[in-house]
């Protein structure tokens, strides 16, 4: 009954067009109208106490450092670079939205920052070359998914504050599986051009090696960045949270006085921005661990767990259908919650199935990156469609052979462990 209540309510709540985090809210109070065990003032208490963690703090910080970064110049010079290393090829542009994506990734720790920062400047000139405008929307926004992949990734931390898993080992196991859907992407925008022929025109880009050289010495404080980042969280010099103070600090020294493009009036719109985002995430973040809690007092998990052990023990089948499940969830709800509401539930069936926890929150985390680019409540889509100002319905017939070559990648990450574990154990 209780189940039906809370799930029934939630479902009801997100077809009324209630926003996510106030609809998780308001199924949790409903439903402690019905539960002896737990009451109003125990259910406020956990909201707020489940956000009194340090390692939480990371993320606005680095949601801060992403936006400073791409204000100061630093997305910019990424974008030459990866002209000079991919933009020649017969999808060259495409190629180049996706390998800058993958860069930012390392930067920002956020898909829906990612198609902003890149889309940007992306679109408009896919656009002019004529690539279809529908296109250049969607192979952005799908762009933008490994921004959630590649360390520092913002749900990776949160997986990692929720399940007790080192965010060290998580940040490194995401390295792989980042750069396999990046590849995939790439594929995907030299088959779809190749297909269009000659009505692409081409890139006229200096692919010598003194240009290349330049490309990259141009590029290199951006190319600092994240062997800074990483390599003090991978050296054990900081913690993920120190971390993401070093990205602001960073972000700052190189936009201000360096390339000189980070000027109060960006500072000003960063901060306000990280702000909004901030007072977003974390009050979903509490609601959902909120909603998580009523979950375990109920022996939800517990009940669920059970039903699919019955249902079968092969880890196989177990992580097929999670899959499954965890596909349609993204589509219709965000990353932050589906993580905080279903790690909980999830881990223990697949520890009791053998799989690592490490390698489970890679999975968790592309599954639901590929929901940022799933109709109907895909972020990353209208980001793009906003960007790129195309209708979304139109992004929407070019996204849907995207997600399949995407959900080829994830099923190569759920079924060889090797490929998030081999830097992370």
Partial sequence: MTMLILFGSLFVFILLSVPIGVAIGLSSMLVIFFLDSVSLPMLIQKLFTSLDSFPLMAIPFFMLGGLLMGKGGISERILNLAKQLVGWMVGGLAMVTVVACAFFAALSGSGPATVGAIGSFMIPSMKEKNYSPAFASAITAAAGCIGVII??????????????????????????????IAVILMFVS?????????????????????????SIWDAKWALLAPIIILGGIYGSIFTPTEASVVAIIYSYIIGAFVHKELKWKEIKESLLETINLTGATMYMIGTSIAFAYLLSVERIPAIIAESIASFSSNPIVILLLINLFL?????????????????????PIVQQAGVDPVHFGIIMVVNL?????????????????????TPLEDIIKKMIP????????????????????VFAK
């Fill in 151 to 180: 360390p520092p990734s913002i749900p990776l931390i949160l997986y990692g504050v929720i399940s007790g898993t080192s965010i060290g080992e998580l940040f490194k196991a995401g390295i792989l599986p980042g750069l396999l």
């Fill in 190 to 214: 030299y088959r779809t051009i190749k297909k269009q022929g000659d009505e692409i025109v081409k890139e006229d880009i200096d692919i010598s090696f003194s240009a290349l050289m330049r």
């Fill in 327 to 347: 596909l349609v969830v993204g589509a219709f709800v965000d990353t932050i919650p589906a993580l905080a509401m279903l790690t909980p539930i999830l881990l």
């Fill in 369 to 389: 990156a590929i929901g940022f680019i799933t109709p109907p409540f895909g972020v990353n889509l209208f980001i793009a469609s906003n960007v790129g100002k």
């Fill in 402 to 421: 995207i997600i399949m070559y995407v959900i080829v990648g994830l099923m190569i990450i759920t079924y060889f462990p090797a490929l998030s574990l």
